[in-house]
């Protein structure tokens, strides 16, 4: 499997990228270390075997939406609690590897969560060894027989319905936005206690930022890390919506096939985080989904390249399994990677209000004073008493008078015309 490029390539949506090499196996060891223990170099520098002096995540349950989970590795014996396919291209139990490239994906992750090894320290062992599985199966791209946005809801609830502590989703839309049934579908996990935990993407799958179910608010979206601790040119990607970083490189898995690869990409990040949400929900039953993430972020190791809190690469940092689990964390009221819920308020249509409701009994209404008569209206071309006394009357009079006066000074005037005619004696 040397060099094969595995993608879930459909349209816009994909898994999240990887790259499978040699086998793992092959890594050089010390006389008498199981090889493929050695090369889960995780367990140490994350914290991970330190925290299983305190627990190993019994009592919880993961709910992997992937590909399915293969029935025969041994590492998944005694594992597996359940699962659905909601692809409708499964089998009912969600143990039939989906898809023509990327099968194996959801045995990968799987093992990565919650491996159970192949005997006492040997073959390869997940975060959360004692942790429970949930094999939810879905299909990418456009051969699956139902919709990507139908099957993610679908996957969702059943998870939830079935008892999932954490969810686990290693996959990517490419695009921020999500389809408005997510919204419900989401809402439902955080309603009912559940952590989701989801992969940030790749750049070598073309991922740029990091895309949906990334940007909803409230999952812990993980971004990835090389070996070292700095952000993957490859197998990672960057947005303001990243929690924390795990690593994303030099990574294996079991394949359906029992087979061991070594692989690259976010998809294998995520279930490391997942794991670690199973670890602290196992030893902190008392806390809720909103204090379990928030232990994850808060005892975060500061990565060496970031350069804010939270950072576009890192998030909060990189991932201390062991501080996760023991150290002294305040607890919060709200889930530090944001509300969904407010965000629908906020930006998807509001409802109508409700129409008000008619009165139960009639009401009384007082009976309206009577009208008063009426008055014949008067034309206002004829006078009445009051134009008459006031206007018509007292015009006639001045007009007479002027008239009268007029005719006087016309009078006299005529007569002293005709006076200074006469002849002078």
């Known amino acids: 499997m040397s060099g094969r490029v595995l993608s879930a390539v459909a349209s816009a949506i994909v898994a999240t990228g990887l790259v499978v090499a040699p086998s793992a196996a092959q890594a050089a060891t010390t006389p008498g270390t199981d090889p493929v223990r050695a090369a889960e170099y995780w367990l140490a520098d994350y914290g991970i075997e330190r925290a299983w002096e305190t627990t190993r995540g019994a009592g ?3 709910a992997i939406i992937d590909t399915g989970i293969g029935r025969g590795p041994v590492e998944f014996d005694g594992a597996v609690a359940g ?19 990327d099968a194996d994906h959801g045995s990968w992750v799987a093992s990565l969560a919650a491996g159970r090894g192949t005997g006492p320290g040997t073959g390869m062992i997940g975060v959360a060894p004692e942790a429970q599985l949930l094999s939810v199966s879905v299909a990418f791209g456009s051969s699956a027989p ?30 921020p936005d ?14 009912h206690d559940v952590v989701v935990v989801v992969a940030a993407g790749n750049r070598g799958s073309g991922t740029t930022r990091v895309g949906a179910p990334a940007t909803i608010p409230g999952v812990l979206t993980v971004g990835g890390v090389d070996r070292s601790g ?28 029992s087979t061991l690869v070594s692989w690259d990409g976010t998809s294998g990040a995520a279930p490391i985080v997942a794991g670690i949400a199973a670890l602290v929900r196992s030893a902190h039953p008392e806390l809720d989904a909103n204090n379990v993430i928030n232990r994850i972020v808060k ?7 970031a350069t804010d809190v939270p950072d576009l690469l890192y998030g909060y940092g990189l991932v201390d399994a062991a501080a996760a689990v023991s150290a ?4 919060v009221s709200a889930n530090p990677m944001g509300s969904l819920q407010d965000w629908v308020r906020l930006y998807r249509r509001a409802p109508a209000a409700p129409l008000p409701q008619e009165p139960a009994a009639p009401v009384e209404v007082p009976p309206l004073p009577d009208a008063e008569t009426a008055t014949r209206a008067a034309s206002p071309l004829l006078p009445d008493r009051n134009t008459l006394l006031y ?6 009079l001045a007009t007479t008078a002027a008239i009268l006066v007029a005719l006087g000074v016309t009078a006299a005037v005529r007569r002293i015309r005709l006076a200074s005619r006469a002849p002078s004696r």
């Open 146 to 175: 139902r919709s990507f946005s139908e099957q993610i809801a679908d996957a969702i609830r059943w998870s939830v319905d079935n008892g999932a502590d954490v969810i686990n989703m290693s996959l990517t839309t490419n695009v």
């Open 230 to 257: 700095k952000a993957s040119i490859d197998a990672s990607t960057q947005g303001i919506t990243i929690g924390v970083s795990a690593p994303s490189e030099e990574l294996i898995g079991v394949s359906a096939d």
């Open 328 to 331: 002294s964390v305040p607890t």
């Open 83 to 101: 699962g659905t396919d909601v692809s409708g291209a499964g089998s009912p139990d969600g143990r039939t590897p989906v898809g023509a490239v």
């Open 299 to 305: 005892t975060a190791r500061p990565a060496a390249g």
């Open 178 to 191: 999500w389809p408005e049934s997510w919204d419900d579908a989401f809402l439902y996990a955080f309603d």
């Open 391 to 396: 206007g018509t009357l007292p015009l006639t």
């Open 60 to 62: 919880t349950k993961i």
